[in-house]
């Protein structure tokens, strides 16, 4: 069974967190550890005199950030929810070198604004018509989606396979260029992110390499060709990531729980079924 991984991490992993445990010895200004999320951003932890964490922000595109630190004493030190719309450098936290491992974990999120769902959409399929794929994750066996991942889904999709959009949107971010996946987290996700007349977000994650056939700024319809499956970033097989989302909560964003059209009706989806693309 694949799993998927929203944002990715290096090094060894422990309950979701990226887990960093420094050798003794002398302090480096080169960075330790750099961890970016497609061409968006980077963050990147220095050890000198003290650990330093810093992010890198790339991009035009208005980016909701948020870090989480753990164990709990470093916990104080996350910084309030950082609203990005232009290339930046900014000192996320600064604090002694732990005596023990410690971990963070970064969210981001398109967008600076929290919008309503439309919960009477009917939200098409992800796949083509005719076709159908087992769920492998979802809102009732959840694995690898945490925070405000809940209502994601996982498809078990083949490399290759096509992907369609779910409904209607523009497309407000994509990226194509991973050639690789990584459980442990080293490789950047390939995605498209398309913006819906709601205001929320719908992410298709992990498609194959060169696997977008939309560009930034183009509108979408329901049913529409969009790309191919695939197995990039932080994911353990090749399979489709979808979710529906907008900023709100501790998490930094939540996902909602979508109706589809299936050729049984309108539906809720659930892990371990299949549904017909009607």
């Known amino acids: 069974m694949a799993a998927c991984f929203e944002i990715n991490f290096r090094l060894v992993l422990l309950a979701g967190l ?32 003290e650990v330093k964490l810093v992010l890198e922000n790339k991009t035009n595109k208005p980016l909701s950030f948020a870090l989480f630190l753990q164990p709990d004493y470093l916990e104080e030190l996350n910084p309030e929810t950082i609203y990005l719309s232009e290339p930046s450098t900014t000192v996320l936290a600064l604090f002694p070198i732990p ?4 971990g963070f974990e970064y969210r981001i999120h398109y967008g600076h604004e929290r919008h309503e769902h439309d919960d009477d959409y009917l939200y098409s399929l992800p796949f083509a018509s005719g ?8 809102h009732d066996n959840l694995s690898t989606h945490h925070r405000g991942n809940r209502y994601a889904i996982d498809w ?5 396979d096509a992907v369609h ?8 971010s994509t990226y194509h260029l991973s050639a690789k996946n990584s459980p442990t987290g080293e490789a950047t ?29 183009q509108s979408v319809e329901a049913g529409q060709f969009i790309g191919v499956a695939g197995n990039t970033g932080y994911s353990s097989g090749s399979h489709l990531h979808f979710s529906v989302s ?5 998490n930094l964003y939540e996902t909602f729980n979508v109706k589809f059209k299936t050729r049984s009706g309108v539906q809720t ?3 371990g079924r299949e549904y017909l693309h009607p």
């Open 189 to 217: 996700a390939n995605h498209i992110w398309i913006r819906h007349s709601d205001g929320t977000i719908g992410k298709y994650l992990h498609l194959d390499h060169e696997g977008v056939f939309v560009v930034e700024g």
């Open 18 to 49: 990226l887990v960093l445990s420094f050798p003794s010895g002398a302090a480096s200004a080169e960075p330790v550890n750099i961890n970016c999320n497609a061409d968006l951003l980077c963050v990147t932890v220095f050890k000198e005199r």
């Open 156 to 160: 078990n999709m083949p490399v290759g």
């Open 131 to 138: 076709s159908t794929y087992p769920i492998t994750q979802s």
């Open 246 to 250: 907008t900023l709100g909560g501790d």
């Open 165 to 172: 959009a779910a409904r209607d949107g523009l497309v407000v």
């Open 99 to 102: 005596a023990t491992p410690w």
């Open 269 to 271: 989806l659930v892990s």
